[in-house]
């Protein structure tokens, strides 16, 4: 607010009306007050943000680019400006007004911070060391001089390891400086200096000098958990083995449950001694020693940590040094007998078991089984059961199984599963029936069935399963993430979007869950409901941008040092995501396909931005992989693919799949603007070629690894096609030019022709759909890439008729090139009708009346799932039939709509 | 198991851990003003494999009428590793920062009513008491139990 009380009186209406939103009344009042006072910067800039909040972001920028040129230097001014332009994403301009401003008040204090402000928003380190020391030099300040080190340390950040850091022994005589004057005296401005000296080699001892020295005492450091255990790591590089395990020791003492301390512990014990002088050590009697007193002490309410602690001990020695096996085993069934109740047993031990030989696997769940497999009375004796279950599963006793033996276990799980639900019945709505795994276990045993007969029956029968104890269980989203990929797996999008939702996916989830939903879903041919959740998605990158330059600037406010490069990383982590090109590429995709006109789709093209679509090896590199595919619960063995691999559709999208959908609209567009052939497109023709070359022929082609067949055969279309657009270019220029290179019109059209031959018998789709009662993933995507093609393919027969009409002197001479276009055009169609006889078989196989009659009889009629047979779930069966056949129909009548639009 | 200072890099798997366990629509900022305001007072806690399994989310209260003290925004732990004593070990070390690097006199939270295995975790093993009801606290309406513990 302005300090003039003639302006403050001015303003405050337009302040008032800004702050109950109603922005309308504020550009108006703000009109008001310009037409007495045109030249009144503060009032230009509330109307910018005016328009800005009301969306209006034209206006906004356009006003400020007004204001920009006045080059005003009061703050209230300044700071509107500043917020209109953060909101888009622009940082650069402020940078210039604050330091004009700042030259023009450089006894304003508040301004100079604001100038270092706006640096740092764009992380000029640089910069921002110049301006702190000037803060530093005008205001004398303290924390002036640590930001101009923290900016220091941010450069050198940017020096590969093993090189000289001019910028991290700078700021090391800097540092050393304040505190001699005695000016560290926070505990972050002791983190600054640890960073500094635990940036550079060899600097161990020095970083633990401080750590023990008079600032480490004065701030406590060692109370600080994360401080205590750096001391010990330093402890343990510096080999400092006694005061290391002292140390340790007294921590476990406290907390025997700490296992990062008992993993310290253990590096203290076999550090210092040879591998072969470890069987009669000290150290190693020591050791045991003190574990077995751990475990002693531990009587009501045992923690965990100490049983751990020997298990993780008598591993570590059998590693080393081999001697009894048994001792590990014993140890292992011992623990399940004392925690095997609790859920956490099976991922405390699963590593330890993965370690043992096949006959000791086998021999630790028969004695589990024998002691423990009869009591399922109580909640901790239905654990145990499932825990137990997770230990046979992992060790390969349900590997392998025909399908009676699988259909014996689920009918098995499912039993248990009812027999569990009583003792749940009073639980909350917002927590989990105590058997739900055994129904994640059954599905986990029925997509093994269908990996191995490749029917869709046993998915079905998952699907009815999970939905039942997702409605015990409303918020399990083990349960709900199976669901999703099943679902997809049997091609109805609607229902898996329909769980998806319920998931209240949110922030950075958006950039590490989406892929489950967001993944190849133009396949589906519902292409509005894809690019929802695709846009949705994408909100999470928005508030990145925007809120993430912010905190950073709170990190220098707060002087939390040791927080700025966690701040900085995270943004990277996000503004590079992997993730985030993966699904900006298929939302290209999908607009592309919502224009199904072939002119409105060539100006789409013409307007695309080039600016994003970078596909170049670097590029590619320093995407950062966010997704997280280590969430679905796997119980799998460690021999055989997870769950989470095992239910893709597909071969997960990675940097080979992005670059692809990178180069078909850059060369589209290419097409579209009608651009001379320059090296780009030779280019961009070069990595296509390159990346359809590895397969499907090779397996170990990274394509393969990454395409479907679906997409590596319109890459291959797409090939000659660019060939052609390619030489008819050529070809034209030639003649215009009557260049004594020129070819004969014949040869030109025949070498087109044998080009656009090609292309067309790899648009011919091998093996007909069938008709059967499910309509799996892969049709729906062998149809929806055919109409793609096509979707490409018409605008590139547009482009080359366009070549001819507008760039050809002579039209007449490319006649026949004229008719080899056409011949292929109507190939194109054929393809098409092709997806349409087959969606209109599809469609009269879904209809609610057939799938009645067919499919659904076929679920039920002989099942061999007691859950099937039981009359109580027959309503929920139909229901769930009925609601995946709604959503192939919708998906139909989608694609075969998108077909017919692009009959031309 | 491990108890350790919540970094930024924890955001992305403690969303994970809160697929199901944070009813709160928090924005990615929030965790980020707390990470950043009062960095001694977040905690992870981690498993074995370093995987996380549950974080408390505390801050300090501004209210520069009242006595100084903390306020735990969120605690959440996985539903397998419950009944470990987890949430408790957060808590304390929580706790401990706020006592210690802060002067606080006491700590603060809010329990939805219906939450009954929250209130007994806080009430019975973690000794809040309940001070208050603050109706319609929470976003949805529902009402609140504001809960608080003597800090010695």
């Known amino acids: 607010m302005a300090s003039n009380p003639d302006l403050e009186k001015k303003l405050r209406p337009i302040y008032d009306a800004m702050e109950v939103g109603n922005y309308k009344e504020g550009v108006q009042l703000c009109n008001k007050a310009l037409k007495r006072q045109p030249d009144l910067h503060i009032v230009k800039a509330l109307k910018a943000l005016a328009f800005e909040r009301s969306g209006k972001m034209n206006e906004a920028l356009a006003l400020c680019e007004e204001i920009q040129w006045a080059k005003p230097t009061d703050e209230a001014t300044l700071r509107t400006l500043s917020m209109v332009l953060r909101s888009a994403g622009k940082y650069e301009p402020m940078i210039k007004l604050y330091e004009n401003a700042s030259k023009v008040n450089p006894k304003n204090e508040n301004l100079a911070n604001q100038w270092f402000m706006s640096l740092a928003r764009t992380l000029d380190f640089k910069g921002q060391q110049q301006v702190a020391l000037q803060l530093h030099k005008n205001f004398k300040r303290d924390n002036y001089m640590f930001w101009a080190i923290m900016s220091i340390t941010l450069q050198g950040q940017s020096v590969p390891a093993g090189q000289p850091n001019v910028f991290y022994s700078l700021a090391e005589r800097m540092m050393a400086k304040q505190n001699t004057e005695g000016k560290v005296q926070t505990i972050e401005e002791l983190q600054l200096y640890l960073i500094i000296l635990l940036g550079q080699k060899d600097r161990h001892a020095d970083a633990l000098a401080l750590l023990e020295g008079d600032i480490g005492v004065k701030t406590k450091a060692i109370e600080n958990v994360e401080l205590r255990h750096l001391r010990i790591e330093l402890l343990i590089k510096t080999e400092r083995w006694k005061d290391a395990r002292e140390a340790t020791a007294l921590i476990l003492k406290e907390n025997s449950d700490d296992w990062r301390t008992i993993l310290q512990y253990f590096e203290t014990v076999f550090l210092p001694i040879q591998d072969s002088d470890l069987k009669d050590s000290e150290n190693l009697k020591e050791a045991r020693a003190f574990t077995a007193e751990q475990v002693q002490n531990e009587t009501k309410n045992p923690k965990r940590g100490p049983f751990l602690a020997q298990i993780e001990l008598e591993h570590r020695v059998q590693e080393k040094i081999g001697g009894n096996k048994t001792t590990v085993l014993e140890l292992l069934v011992a623990y399940f007998g004392k925690f095997g109740s609790k859920t956490c047993c099976f991922e405390d031990l699963s590593n330890y078991i993965s370690k043992l030989d096949k006959e000791d696997a086998k021999e630790f769940c028969k004695r589990l089984r024998d002691t423990y497999g009869n009591k399922s009375d109580t909640v901790k004796d239905i654990c145990m059961q499932i825990n137990l279950a997770r230990f046979e599963r992992f060790i390969g006793n349900f590997s392998q199984l025909n399908s009676t033996e699988i259909n014996g276990l689920v009918n098995r799980f499912w039993k248990l599963y009812e027999e569990a639900l009583p003792l749940g019945k009073d639980l909350e709505e917002t927590e989990r029936q105590y058997g739900d795994d055994y129904v994640i276990m059954a599905a986990h045993l029925l997509i093994d069935l269908h990996k191995e007969t490749k029917s869709y029956f046993p998915l079905l029968n998952a699907t009815f399963m999970l939905e039942y104890a997702l409605s015990a269980s409303k918020h399990n989203y083990q349960m709900k993430l199976v669901l999703i990929r099943i679902y997809e797996l049997l091609g109805a999008y609607n229902c898996a979007i329909g769980i998806y939702n319920t998931m209240a996916i949110k922030n950075v989830q958006h950039d590490t869950m989406s892929h489950f939903i967001t993944d190849r879903a133009t396949t589906f041919g519902l292409f509005n409901e894809a690019l929802t959740q695709l846009y949705g998605a994408h909100e999470i990158y928005h508030s990145n941008e925007a809120e993430t330059p912010e905190m950073i600037l709170q990190a220098y406010k707060y002087s939390t040092f040791s927080k700025m490069e966690e701040f900085i990383e995270f943004q990277s982590r996000l503004e590079n995501s992997l993730q985030k090109m993966i699904a900006d590429r298929e939302m290209i995709r999908l607009e592309f396909l919502k224009e199904d006109s072939v002119s409105r789709a060539i100006t789409w093209l013409q307007e695309l931005e080039l600016g994003n679509l970078k596909y170049d090896d670097q590029f590619s590199k320093s995407r950062i992989d966010n997704r997280d595919t280590s969430v679905m619960l796997n119980w799998n063995p460690q021999s055989s693919a997870s769950v989470e691999f095992l239910t893709r559709a597909a071969p997960q999208p990675d940097r080979v799949w992005m670059t692809l959908f990178t180069i078909i609209p850059r060369i589209l567009k290419h097409m579209a603007h009608l651009t001379p052939i320059d090296a780009d497109y030779e280019k961009l023709l070069s990595t296509l070629t390159n990346l359809s070359a590895s397969a499907p022929s090779s397996p170990e082609g990274a394509a393969a690894n990454e395409l479907t067949a679906e997409e590596i055969r319109l890459a291959k279309i797409l090939i000659p096609v660019t060939k052609a657009f390619q030489t008819l270019y050529t070809a034209i220029v030639a003649q215009n030019s009557n260049s004594p290179s020129k070819e004969e019109p014949s040869k030109t059209a025949a070498a087109i022709k044998d080009l656009l031959t090609l292309a067309a018998t790899l648009l011919k789709r091998e093996g007909a759909i069938k008709s059967t009662g499910v309509i799996p993933w892969q049709t729906f995507h062998s149809l929806t890439t055919t109409v793609e093609t096509v979707a490409y393919l018409n605008v590139t027969n547009q482009c080359l008729l366009n070549l001819i009409a507008t760039k050809a002197n002579k039209k007449a001479t490319f006649k026949a090139v004229n008719a080899v276009i056409q011949d292929f055009m109507a190939q194109c169609r054929q393809a098409l009708q092709a997806v349409q006889t087959d969606v209109t078989a599809l469609r009269n196989v879904v209809k609610s009346d057939r799938i009645k009659s067919g499919l659904l009889y076929e679920i039920c009629d002989g099942s061999a799932f007691d859950f099937v047979r039981s009359p109580n779930h027959q309503k929920l069966i139909e229901d769930k039939t009925l609601k995946i056949g709604a959503s192939w129909m919708n998906s139909l009548v989608n694609l075969q709509q998108e077909a017919i639009a692009r009959v031309i | ?152």
């Open chain 2, 1 to 152: 198991m491990n108890i350790r200072e919540a970094t930024l890099d924890d955001m992305i798997p403690m969303q994970n851990c809160n697929l199901h366990n944070l009813p709160e629509n928090y924005q990615m900022k929030y965790y980020f003003y707390h990470s950043l305001t009062w960095p001694q007072l977040s905690y992870v806690a981690e498993d074995e494999k370093g995987r996380i399994i549950g974080y408390v989310l505390a801050k300090l209260e501004e209210d520069p009428a009242a006595e100084p003290h903390g306020h735990i925004t969120s605690l959440s732990v996985m539903r397998t590793y419950r009944r470990l004593g987890v949430a408790e070990k957060l808590m304390t070390q929580s706790q401990n920062a706020m006592r210690d690097v802060f002067n606080c006199k006491f700590v603060s939270l809010h329990v939805r009513k219906s939450n009954r295995a929250a209130l007994q975790l806080y009430r019975d093993t973690l000794k809040f008491t309940v001070q208050d009801i603050e109706k319609k606290y929470y976003a949805d309406g529902e009402d609140a139990y504001a809960c608080r513990k003597i800090l010695q």
